[in-house]
Nanobody, 124 residues
Framework: QVQLVESGGGLVQAGDSLRLSCAAS????????LAWFRQAPGKERAFVAV????????AYADSVKGRFTISRDNAKSTAYLETNSLKPEDTAVYYC?????????????????WGQGTQVTVSS
């Protein structure tokens, strides 16, 4: 069982930055790939970014490529999402998700563990 807790969301203006964190409970955090998804009001949950369990591979949605950076600190059992040049369309609840090893996955159904989400609101 892996428990995930997101933090770092907030209300910002367009062009600002936020650093989202995902703290995991499991000591074998390094065995899990971590991903960020987001869900805007009235829309389905969408893939944002993923980092492999090795930390060597990452993937991003086209909409955030070049603006967002995913990373992990295994010593702290924490994953991060650096969000820069935020736009109003980035407004959503951001969720952290984990799955045991395997290839990079962008489909939410492939993840076994989820956090409760953190709200990011970007005003224009």
């Amino acid at each position: 069982q892996v428990q995930l807790v997101e933090s770092g969301g907030g209300l910002v203006q367009a062009g600002d930055s936020l650093r989202l964190s995902c703290a995991a409970s499991r000591r074998t955090f390094s065995d899990y790939a971590l991903a960020w998804f987001r869900q805007a009001p009235g829309k389905e949950r969408a893939f944002v970014a993923v980092i492999s369990w090795t930390g060597l591979d990452t993937a991003y949605a086209d909409s955030v490529k070049g603006r967002f950076t995913i990373s992990r600190d295994n010593a702290k059992s924490t994953a991060y999402l650096e969000t820069n040049s935020l736009k109003p369309e980035d407004t959503a609840v951001y969720y952290c998700a984990a799955r045991y090893r395997g290839m990079l996955q962008t489909i939410s159904g492939r993840y076994n563990y989820w956090g409760q989400g953190t709200q990011v609101t970007v005003s224009s």
